[in-house]
């Protein structure tokens, strides 16, 4: 098992920062990408980065430019800093874990999720 936990939400201005923080630990075998998704009330939950093994990272388009996702996959954590908030940011951010174990068997964990609030 892998447990996923996140930090770093909360409540803060349109046009504030707020850095998130995740760290997987447990049964680690190998770590393929870690990410961020996020839902806001009666919305389906999006993706809003990525960071892979490798290095790529993808964005969704309402936060380019805005959000910046650090992967340190080999350390077994991300992060995203998320600048210029706006208040349609405002959501439960949930931390993914694309993970495949020594049997090849790939599976997500998904942590409990963290809540951010953009007042206006």
């Known amino acids: 098992q892998v447990q996923v936990v996140e930090s770093g939400g909360g409540l803060v201005q349109t046009g504030g920062s707020l850095r998130l923080s995740c760290v997987a630990s447990g049964s680690i075998f190998y770590i393929g990408a870690m990410g961020w998704y996020r839902q806001a009330p009666g919305k389906q939950r999006e993706l809003v980065a990525q960071?892979?093994?490798?290095?790529?990272?993808n964005y969704a388009d309402s936060v380019k430019g805005r959000f910046i996702i650090s992967g340190d996959i080999p350390g077994n954590a991300v992060y995203l800093q998320m600048n210029s908030l706006k208040p349609e940011d405002t959501a439960d951010y949930y931390c993914v874990v694309d993970h495949r174990d020594g049997l090849g068997y790939e599976y997500s964990y998904w942590g409990q999720g963290t809540q951010v609030t953009v007042s206006s």
């Open positions: 960071s892979t093994r490798g290095g790529i990272t």
